[in-house]
């Protein structure tokens, strides 16, 4: 047995001829340039993944394959292996495996070690009803290289992922690091200096998920799909959950708060910028925002038990914030300009105005920038750097916990100052004459507050091993979330405002309609905060 210790990272270019050799050539002038010794190979892999109709090697989470490899210009030869459970944490990879060498492409579970399979299974069941699912066939480049720290095989991939008689394949151009001796840290080494030169994304889904991905698409049966653990992205929670909440279940400190959290919040970015390369979106784009947001909130919920290295993760997440910031003003801009939206045909009887919207929309990223971004050196270095974060969870997990106060006495603190300095800022809001421009200055601080208890309110859900909110704990956040809500709209309509304000002919019909809806939506937000103030906290209740 082995445990195979892997980073995977998906390109962001085109898999042709020329960006292959482009590939190569930039892995190898960076191991040139740093003196790195390596050995150098080209191999042809076609493997079939094989389980049952029912998918039961999927359920035990365990992934089986016959790979034929070519070296050069000898015949096929042929090894079987089986992945047992592991864990994916931001694009690093770790499964134990079992591999077995084979004198034909024929599955022999026999020859698989007997404990490796979980009590009560049925092996000689399995291997009878074992079947092809799908196929992938791809080029290996393969270099061995040595690295002060250990050994490290870089394989990049090109070639793509098949079902028999599905047209449809998927892709398979990408590049993973593994580590074959020595320390982690080699590959977080080895990956940084790649980085430097070719533009690729952490990669959560292995090629046998996404093989089982297909042919769930394939099949078309949502039980299929469910048992096959795909995931799907395309669900967006309702709008009282529109905020994430971190599951913190058996989570008994602060230093292991603090790491649950920026593993959820790795996670959840990585998998939303990857429906946004899969799928473009404002929507995606704005639960990128989010992720940022979160991850951001934790750095300084928990800045004084940090070590002082961390408050660099915290400013470059401040800096995505930033250049991503613009997604807020283009969501507003979107409800203006939708044809099938409650504005548009009120705005549609002023064509300068449309003109003015279509204008300003012009001057946001397009999505070419936005992918570009998500490729990046610098993005992928953050993510590095909470992977690391995560990789050394005890070392850091202790260091935290030195001298660090019970966990509910922590979280209760800082919920009741997030709450206390929101409140104080909202009464005074309905003695400020400025009213819609304080609730527009307001958002920040609700987003602040709702974040705390995105990252502490399952601490409190009364129910050990439950992730899921209470009733309580929704009665509180719903209220809240409609004060968000509405200072949205607000803004959405501040931004009318604003390019009325600029049109060259005055439009007194459409202004008297825009002052009587923001007079309207004061009056709802300010019943949503009176509401949400007369709600006792939850965590008063331990």
């Known amino acids: 047995m082995t445990t195979e210790i892997e980073l995977k990272y998906l390109l962001f270019t085109e898999p042709n001829d020329t960006n292959i050799s482009a590939i190569n050539q930039s892995i ?45 210009g000898q015949d096929f030869c042929y090894e079987q292996t089986i992945k047992t459970s592991g864990k994916v944490v931001a694009g690093l990879h770790q499964r134990p495996e079992y591999n077995v060498d084979l004198s034909n492409a024929n599955v022999d579970l026999a020859l698989f070690p007997e404990h490796i399979w979980p009590q009560g299974t049925d092996v000689a069941t399995i ?20 690295l002060a720290a250990g050994k490290v095989e870089l394989a990049f991939d090109c070639g793509d992922i098949s079902c028999l008689n599905y047209e449809k394949t998927k892709q398979i151009f990408e590049i993973e690091f593994e580590l074959l001796s020595g320390e982690t840290s080699a590959l977080f080494e080895l990956a940084r200096l790649m980085m430097s030169n070719i533009a690729m994304r952490p990669g959560q889904d292995s090629k046998a998920k996404r093989g089982y991905a297909l042919a769930a698409e394939f099949a078309g049966a949502t039980k299929v799909k469910k048992q096959a653990n795909v995931e799907d992205l395309g669900t967006l929670a309702p709008q009282y959950l529109a905020l994430d909440i971190i599951p913190m279940v058996n989570v008994d400190d602060i230093g292991q708060a603090f790491v649950c959290g ?34 951001r909130q934790g750095f300084w919920l928990f800045e004084q038990v940090l070590p002082a290295d961390c408050e660099k ?19 507003h801009l979107k409800e203006l300009m939708t044809k099938t ?7 549609s009887h002023c064509q300068a105005l449309i003109d ?106 009364y129910q050990v091993g439950d992730a899921q909110l209470s009733e309580q704990q929704l009665l509180y956040r719903r209220p809240w979330l409609d004060v968000k809500q509405g200072i949205s709209e607000l803004q959405t309509l501040d931004l009318l405002q604003q390019q009325l304000a600029i049109l060259p002919v005055q439009q007194n019909k459409l202004e008297l309609w825009l002052s009587n809806k923001v007079d309207n939506l004061l ?8 509401n949400a103030l007369s709600i006792q906290p939850y965590w008063h209740h331990v």
């Open 28 to 72: 190898n002038t960076v191991l040139t340039a740093n003196n790195l010794a390596f050995e150098f190979s080209e191999k042809q892999l076609t493997n079939s993944y094989y389980d049952t109709d029912a998918l039961t090697l999927r359920q035990l989470d365990f992934g089986l394959r016959v790979r034929g490899k070519k070296l050069g």
């Open 262 to 295: 920026i593993n959820f919040g790795l996670k959840q970015l990585q998998a939303n910028v990857a429906r946004y390369v899969d799928k473009p979106s404002l929507t995606t784009l704005s639960k990128i925002s989010e992720n940022f947001a979160l991850l």
């Open 523 to 530: 009056q709802a937000l300010q019943q949503s905060v009176d």
């Open 356 to 461: 003015k919207l279509k204008l300003e929309k012009q001057r946001y990223p397009d999505e070419k920038k936005m992918l570009a971004l998500f490729h990046d050196e610098g993005f992928n270095l953050l993510q590095l750097s909470l992977l690391e974060l995560l990789v050394g969870e005890q070392a850091l997990i202790s260091r935290i916990n030195l001298n660090a106060q019970p966990l509910l006495d922590f979280t209760q603190i800082k919920l009741t100052q997030s709450l206390q300095q929101l409140t104080d800022e909202v009464r005074s809001l309905a003695v400020n004459e400025q009213q819609s421009e304080r609730y527009l200055g307001l958002y920040p601080l609700l987003i602040r507050s709702l974040l705390t208890g995105s990252w502490f309110a399952s601490l409190y859900n």
């Open 127 to 146: 291997a009878k009803n074992l079947s092809s699912i799908f196929t992938t066939n791809f080029t290996r480049y393969n270099y061995v290289i040595e």
């Open 341 to 347: 939206g409650s504005y548009r045909k009120k705005l």
């Open 313 to 331: 993760i915290r400013d470059e997440l401040s800096y995505y914030l930033r250049v991503i910031h613009w997604v807020d003003n283009a969501q």
